[in-house]
């Protein structure tokens, strides 16, 4: 079964500003959003679920489909448009 895995971190700005958060995702594009953000991390756990399994309904997969088109559309590169949808997603 799918596991996805959810982030908290605490990490310092070069300018010394705490920053808190939370990323859902694989642990590469994790330190890849962290390296982008120049963060030096101070604190982060890592915390796995199990994907419960379902089927997905017909409206929310044409909604997904749809919502991905217009975000790709607007210039917006694959990877962030998805990741982005993945965290908006309410289920």
Known sequence: MA???EYSYEGL???GQLIKGRFKGE???FLSEIKQ???TLIKVKEKRR????????WRDFHNG???LY?????????DRAVS????TAHK
């Open 50 to 57: 199990r994907l419960k399994k379902g089927k997905i309904s």
């Open 84 to 87: 982005l949808l993945s965290k």
């Open 3 to 5: 596991e996805i895995v």
């Open 37 to 39: 953000k120049n963060l």
């Open 70 to 78: 217009y975000l790709l559309r607007s210039g917006m590169k694959i």
């Open 65 to 67: 489909i749809e919502q």
């Open 13 to 15: 700005t070069p300018e």
């Open 27 to 29: 642990k590469a594009v």
